[in-house]
């Protein structure tokens, strides 16, 4: 599996951002995905994740209320819709990929995803 991200760039606090990512190779809709970031000089953190369905999307808790995260199966792209972004949201952030399911508890546990995208940096200015 492949995976492409795109959509970072630099904006200011309160700007939204939409970054997509797109797979290739594998089986797109039985997926589980996810985005992670990583802020400039700290460890990689859960953003979110999409199980196949759509369904039950999981956030971490600094930014639910603010980001959406969806996938389109059909395009075999998912999706990470920002906004009222703020300076502690600047990072790379990198979409992952699960073939199987995994527990709630599990699904930010970065280690349980072995497909990685290469990354998109976002910066968010003050």
């Known amino acids: 599996v492949q995976l492409q991200a795109s959509g970072g760039g630099l904006v200011q606090a309160g700007d939204s951002l939409r970054l997509s990512c797109a797979a290739s190779?594998?089986?797109?809709?039985?997926?589980?995905m996810g985005w992670f970031r990583q802020a400039p000089g700290k460890e990689r953190k859960f953003v979110a994740a999409?199980?196949?369905?759509?369904?039950?999307?999981t956030y971490a808790d600094s930014v639910k209320g603010r980001f959406t995260i969806s996938r389109d199966n059909a395009k075999s792209t998912l999706y990470l819709q920002m906004n009222s972004l703020k300076p502690e949201d600047t990072g790379v952030y990198y979409c992952?990929?699960?073939?199987?399911?995994?527990?709630?508890?599990?699904?930010?546990?970065?280690?349980?995803?072995?497909?990685w995208g290469q990354g998109t940096l976002v910066t968010v200015s003050s």
């Open positions: 992952a990929s699960r073939p199987q399911d995994l527990i709630l508890s599990a699904v930010r546990d970065g280690s349980q995803y072995p497909y």
């Open positions: 190779g594998g089986t797109f809709s039985v997926n589980l």
């Open positions: 999409v199980r196949r369905s759509g369904g039950m999307p």
